[in-house]
């Protein structure tokens, strides 16, 4: 691309790079949760339009009405000036007077000659005044003084004349259309009516999706599910089923795959029972020594192939204390003679299942006692987790060799060499107890020199 390309392309990006940034944080402005957020996609349109609705109400036909009311009555109290003028008699002004009062609902008194009042304070929402003081101005052109405040339904008005103030009072409700108010209150009523309805609504709507939300979390962690039927919109209850199909596949496998290795193990273990036997029985003939080994061997190897297809299947959650199972590690590696080191800090109590979890650490501590000299076993509760650190000074794992360790009977070759006895199995037994956990496992350079093994589980 040419550089004039690149320049012109330039403020395109930066525009795109600003929306970003401002979806990004009107993403952080909202609420997190479904509930919250379904509510606000409802309510906002629905709010904006009615505001929109009222501001274009107030802006054009409130506003004009008003107006048209004020000029009506400005119109009439001119009428009455103009007659004043020109019948300045006091039987006639009487008489004018009983006309306004009858036939144009004005109550007029002539006052003495004077001056008007100090001009009242205006009112903070004074289209009435503004309207009413315009139409004053327009049509009389005499000075004037109004209050609009003063008294609740009436609005009193003030006119200087040659030779005498005319007083007018009339009704509020003459000049102003006051059925804005009782239009207000029906749109905010409404509005609330609708909030309320759609709260209700959206609960029950929200109610089955966090149900499943526990449950899959629930399932994921190892954790017992309770059945239970599918409720809410048809895409929910979809979801529901196809979760307890899952979940029922998934169960079936795992016992299926215990059965067989249970069966495939026990069938082996009687030969090698009989195997035993026949060795004890031809002891003096040939040196059986080594046949005998080779048979131990292979019935340690038989019940680690038992364990690792048995999981930590069946075995319940529980509160365990993980302190107390950390330093009964701790002890183990102290008699085989190795230096450790057991520390915890947090809450002790963890829900876990207690034999699954000591087998995974247990894997673990074996390892960095077959390692290493120095073995250090740290256990971390905070913010929800559990974290175990299991930390050797031993040659380490190579990067590259960190994710193959787990796969099942693999072995480095220096792990031969020490002991051949291993089967390759213990930390992919360990990471499968720890994701059935809800966790995992991670391999890092220890700050003893050697291995780092973190074992993290939701606590
Ligand atoms: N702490 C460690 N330091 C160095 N290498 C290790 C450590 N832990 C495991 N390894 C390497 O990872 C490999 C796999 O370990 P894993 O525990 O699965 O099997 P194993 O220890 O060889 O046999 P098993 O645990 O079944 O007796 C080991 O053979 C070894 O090469
Ligand atoms: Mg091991």
């Given at each position: 691309m040419t550089a004039t390309a690149q320049a012109a392309l330039q403020p395109i990006r930066s525009i795109r790079t600003a929306w970003r940034r401002f979806t990004r944080g009107l993403g952080d402005l909202m609420p997190k949760g479904l509930f919250a957020r379904s509510l606000i996609i409802i309510i906002a349109p629905v709010v904006l339009l009615q505001a929109l609705v009222a501001f274009v109400f107030m802006e054009e036909h409130w506003q004009q009405v008003t107006a048209r009311l004020s000029a009506a009555v400005v119109a009439d109290i001119a009428a009455v000036v103009d007659l004043l003028e020109l019948n300045p008699g006091e039987a006639d002004t009487e008489e004018i007077t009983r006309i306004a009062r009858r036939r144009l609902g004005l109550n007029v008194a002539v006052l003495p000659p004077g001056p008007l009042p100090p001009a009242a304070p205006k009112p903070f929402f004074d289209l009435l005044d503004r309207n009413f003081s315009r139409a004053l101005i327009k049509e009389i052109g005499k000075p004037f003084w109004v209050d609009t405040v003063g008294r609740s339904n009436l609005i009193e008005i003030r006119i200087q004349l040659d030779d005498k103030i005319l007083r007018v009072f009339a009704r509020r409700s003459q000049t102003y259309a006051s059925n804005s108010l009782i239009f207000i209150s029906w749109m905010v009523g409404t509005a609330l009516v609708l909030l309320a309805i759609a709260i209700i609504f959206l609960r029950n709507q929200i109610r089955p999706i966090l149900r499943l939300a526990h449950a899959v979390d629930d399932f994921g962690k190892g954790r017992a599910v309770e059945d239970f039927p599918p409720r809410g919109a048809r895409e929910v209850r979809a979801a529901t089923v196809a979760f307890h199909d899952m979940r029922e596949r998934v169960d079936r496998q795992i016992e299926q795959r215990t059965e067989m290795l249970a069966g495939v193990s026990h069938d082996l273990r009687t030969i090698l029972t009989r195997f035993r036997l026949q060795l004890a029985l031809i002891?003096?003939?040939?040196?059986?020594e080594p046949l005998k080994k080779d048979v131990d061997d292979m019935n340690r190897m038989l019940e680690g192939y038992l364990a690792f297809a048995r999981g930590d299947a069946g075995e319940e959650t529980m509160p365990t204390d993980v302190d107390v199972m950390l330093r009964d590690l701790g002890n183990e590696a102290r008699i085989t003679g190795h230096e450790t080191l057991v520390s915890f800090s947090g809450d002790p109590i963890v829900k876990v299942r207690p034999q699954g979890f000591k087998r995974c650490l247990m894997n673990l501590v074996k390892n960095a006692c077959r390692h290493g000299k120095r073995v250090a076993v740290t256990g971390i509760h905070e913010h929800g987790f559990l974290t175990v650190f299991v930390d050797d000074d031993g040659p380490g794992i190579p990067y590259e060799e960190r994710e193959d360790v787990f796969k099942p009977f693999y072995r480095g070759d220096q792990a031969r060499n020490i002991d051949e006895s291993g089967t390759g199995l213990g930390l992919s037994i360990a990471r499968d107890v720890a994701r059935s956990h809800g966790g995992d496992i991670r391999l890092d350079q220890s700050p003893l020199g050697g291995l780092r093994v973190s074992v993290t589980v939701p606590a």
């Open positions: 002891e003096d003939k040939i040196d059986v």
